[in-house]
Every structure is written in structure tokens, then in C-alpha cells.
């Protein structure tokens, strides 16, 4: 090496093989955060999809009041999953049965439908049911009532001047009296054995008019709560019919509301299935859907008894952790 300030072969190699096994270690040491950083960020999209999701159902469930004991929808056991009794004593054991729906591939039910208070146009307004029909001249024979024609909710716009945003055409509405009753029996008397309903009549705008909702899109009761055998027609009739409470005519409240509907999805979305998909009803035909959440294996909506109306939910991502 003396008189030569270049490198030997064999030590040209030796510096080779250094270099080679630094290069390696380094490169094994890259793969190996690359994997841990993949799994990582794999963790925290689940952990984000979850919580959107959860974001969604608590917002949406906490307005789930108007679908108690008028909305059927069927849990796992076959019972009324909104089937409420509050203040009852002595409920029967099915009653009390905890109610349970299932929302995953091999579940029995794929749907969980329910009817949710608008949070876009939550203001409701009370409604004068005089003020809604048009009084004919009084009839000449004193046992005969004069005419009395409905015209419409909104007539001298009594609802419009309470709130405009409610009265938009094919907007879903939710008429009610806010008393619970039970029907009675042939002597008059009602038991608090039995499931007690609040007077109301589900109706979509058209014109000036609310026309019943179909049973496609949501399975409302418009029975009357006193007789269970008279059906609310349309809202003409639920105003006719609707009972009295407190004073000579009834206190009405009309809101504006959203069906909506959690499905379990089994289609591919960015590489992963099982998904939770949410689809709404709320003003038109159109249905607005939207994905929730990806790789879920399942979500459970739950309620602890009948004489409870509060709605839990739990979402199980597909490594099994909620």
C-alpha cells in the first residue's frame, strides 16, 4: 500500500460487505415500520369510522321519540322492538322482555327503521284544528249541524307564520296529541296493563294536503288509541276524531320529521365489506343515502325493557372489539 493511495481489492470487498449488511439492517428496519405504520394507521380508520358512525346513531336516536308505540319493527324475538309501557305497575314477562335487533351477515334482520324527529327543522308548531276547516252558514233545522269543510293544516297560514321551513312540499310531517291513552273497555274503564298510545297521524305534503305514508317505507300505527279499531284516514279525519283534552278542543303539535333506515351492507366499499349503510326519508321521493362505517362486523341496537324509552347501540368493528 506504500507510494498508493487507492484501495486494495480485498479491502474494497470488506467495504462492500460493510456497507451491504448496514444496507440490509436498514432496510429491514424500514419494512418492519412500514408494517407496524400500516397496522397503525389500519387501527386509527377504525377507530374513526366507529365513531362517525356513533356520531350518527346517537344524533339520530336521541330523536327517536315519535317512533315509540307507532312505529312496528320487529326485533330478534319477534316482538315489538318500540312497543312502550311507562307507568305501568305490573307489566307482563314478554313485556318486559328485552328488546334486541341484530345487524350483521348472518343476522335475521338486515333493516332498522325507525321515525326521528328533523334536526334540520326541529321547531314544530301547534296547530287550532278550528282554524283549519271552513264553517258553512248554520243550518235552518236546529237538529242539524251546519257545514264544515276541511281546507287545510296550513289554512289562513297558521302554520307558515309559526314556522315556514316546516311546510315544504313532499316533507314528511308528524301531527300528535301529546297525551298518552288506552283503550277502553265496554264499561268504559281502561287498563295500565295495556300499551298506551299518543293520537297521531304520519303524513307526507303534497299540495296542501298530508297523505298517509306507505308501509314500504315505514310501518306506522294510525289506529285510534281508544278504540283500536277506527284507522286515522287522513288528517281530516284525525282531526274529527282526535279526542278532546283539558278544554273544549285538543292541543295539537305538528313536526317535521325524518324516516331512516341502518342497513347492514355486504357490498365492497375502498377494499373492505360488511358496512353500515344509513338511508333517509326526510323532504321528497328521493332517498339520500350514505355509508357510516366500513368493516363492521355487527351493531346492535338494544333497548333494557318496554317500560324504557331509551335506545342503546353498540358497533363491533371485524376484529371484535365495540
Not at 312540499?169 to 298518552?180: I, K, N, W
Not at 298506551?196 to 305514508?213: C, D, E, W
Not at 342497513?263 to 365489506?273: A, C, H, I, P, T
Amino acid at each position: 500500500m506504500k507510494g498508493n493511495k487507492g484501495l486494495s481489492l480485498v479491502e474494497l470487498i470488506m467495504t462492500l460487505a460493510v456497507v451491504s449488511i448496514l444496507m440490509a439492517g436498514v432496510g429491514v428496519f424500514f419494512n418492519s415500520y412500514n408494517k407496524s405504520l400500516a397496522l397503525k394507521e389500519e387501527k386509527v380508520l377504525k377507530i374513526l369510522d366507529k365513531e362517525v358512525a356513533m356520531k350518527f346513531l346517537w344524533t339520530d336516536l336521541i330523536q327517536v321519540a315519535p317512533s315509540f308505540n307507532n312505529v312496528y319493527q320487529v326485533d330478534d324475538s319477534g316482538l315489538n322492538f318500540f312497543q312502550y309501557l311507562p307507568g305501568c305497575p305490573t307489566p307482563k314477562s314478554k313485556d318486559l322482555a328485552k328488546r334486541e335487533i341484530i345487524l350483521s351477515e348472518d343476522s335475521r334482520q338486515k333493516k332498522f327503521t325507525f321515525l326521528a324527529l328533523s334536526t334540520k327543522r326541529e321547531i314544530p308548531v301547534f296547530i287550532n284544528p278550528v282554524n283549519a276547516y271552513s264553517v258553512g252558514p248554520a243550518s235552518k233545522d236546529p237538529f242539524k249541524s251546519g257545514s264544515l269543510s276541511f281546507i287545510s293544516l296550513n289554512n289562513g297560514d297558521q302554520v307558515t307564520k309559526q314556522n315556514p321551513e316546516i311546510w315544504k312540499e313532499q316533507s314528511y310531517l308528524y301531527l300528535f296529541s301529546p297525551v298518552f291513552l288506552r283503550p277502553q273497555t265496554n264499561k268504559g274503564f281502561c287498563s295500565l296493563e295495556q300499551q298506551p298510545k299518543i293520537p297521531s297521524y304520519l303524513g307526507q305534503l303534497g299540495g296542501n294536503r298530508l297523505a298517509p305514508v306507505s308501509g314500504a317505507k315505514v310501518r306506522f300505527d294510525y289506529s285510534n288509541p281508544l278504540t283500536k279499531k277506527e284507522v286515522y284516514s287522513s288528517e281530516d279525519d284525525f282531526l274529527r276524531k282526535v279526542p278532546a283534552m283539558g278544554g273544549g278542543s285538543p292541543t295539537l303539535i305538528l313536526a317535521p320529521v325524518a324516516i331512516i333506515t341502518y342497513e347492514f351492507d355486504q357490498e365492497e366499499y375502498n377494499g373492505k365489506d360488511e358496512n353500515v349503510l344509513r338511508r333517509t326519508f326526510d323532504a321528497g321521493d328521493g332517498v339520500r343515502s350514505s355509508i357510516v362505517a366500513v368493516g363492521i362486523e355487527k351493531v346492535i341496537f338494544s333497548r333494557k325493557s318496554v317500560t324504557s324509552n331509551i335506545v342503546d347501540v353498540q358497533i363491533y368493528n371485524q376484529a371484535g372489539t365495540n
